[in-house]
């Protein structure tokens, strides 16, 4: 027998799991004909544009899309630099963002997450640095990593219990404009190791093969989360139902598996889980 999956959204009405009438959405919803959705395409494999047509791809990329179908709102990609998403939010310029951003603390103020992915930053470095091979290896020297993330905080907080509590010295981080430039710093010499999310060390390994090595595992646990003013509770509980639904099918699931990135999978969706 085929079966129908529903679910419950927030204005009491049953929607069904593989796509979402427009007349079952609630008002504030059925409003917007189109959900602008911030994302900067440099971070694969969450996000990035197809080298070969330029067009923007990647697991997060494909949850919009499948979000927008089942919701049916067009999806407005809008590239905004990480630094002024939250802001994006605030002043309404933006209805969310799923550009694989940590749910912190800091900006739950500002913006509703829907976590849908879990990792941690990690260190690695080239194969060429035959004297680091370990994380306590990096004590003392320059570890590159996004400036706009978490990870520089992170990285410092890692330092001081394993490098400084041990009498070794500090590592030096180094801001960087991305975790791109910070890769290409670390193949100049200019840095001796970089720091970036362990879901996208895997892809990078792949892409320039035998030139990078892991150091470790993730130091640090994140949620990542799909963020949304607070005020707008029909989206939040709209996304929260179909993502929801995504997981029940197995669609989610097909959609990390496709970029190597199922390690990840939540079980459950929550909100504002991030410390």
């Known amino acids: ?53 330029g067009q923007l791809t990647g697991m997060d990329y494909d949850l919009g899309m499948e979000i927008g179908k089942r919701l049916n709102r067009k999806i407005s990609w809008q590239e905004i630099g990480f630094e002024q998403m939250v802001n994006a939010i605030a002043t309404k310029r933006i209805d969310m963002i799923l550009s694989g951003m940590t749910d912190t603390k800091a900006r739950q103020p500002v913006a509703t997450f829907v976590d849908y992915y ?21 004590c003392g020297k320059k570890v590159g990593t996004s400036r706009r993330t978490t990870f520089p905080a992170e990285i410092a907080a890692w330092s001081q219990a394993n490098c400084e509590a041990a009498g070794k010295p500090a590592i030096v981080v180094v801001g960087a404009e991305g975790t791109a430039d910070a890769r290409t710093q670390l193949r100049q010499g200019r840095i001796e190791g970089v720091v970036q999310g362990s879901e996208t060390l895997p892809y990078i390994m792949n892409l320039e093969k035998e030139t990078y090595k892991p150091l470790g595992k993730a130091f640090a646990y994140q949620v990542t989360g799909m963020g ?45 889980g991030g410390k």
């Open 1 to 53: 027998m085929k079966k129908t999956l529903l679910f419950l959204f927030s204005a009491g009405v049953l929607l069904n799991a593989t796509t979402v009438a427009p007349t079952a959405v609630a008002a504030e919803l059925v409003q917007k004909e189109e959900l602008k959705v911030a994302m900067m395409p440099n971070y694969p494999p969450l996000e990035f544009k197809d080298p070969a047509t």
């Open 118 to 138: 879990h990792s941690g930053p990690q260190f690695y470095t080239t194969v060429a640095h035959t004297e680091i091979n370990q994380m306590q290896d990096l």
């Open 228 to 272: 949304i003013a607070k005020e707008d509770t029909a989206l939040i509980d709209g996304v929260k139902s179909v993502l929801s639904a995504m997981i029940a099918d197995g669609t989610y699931l097909r959609i990390l598996t496709k970029w190597g990135m199922q390690d990840g999978a939540v079980q459950d969706v929550t909100l504002n």
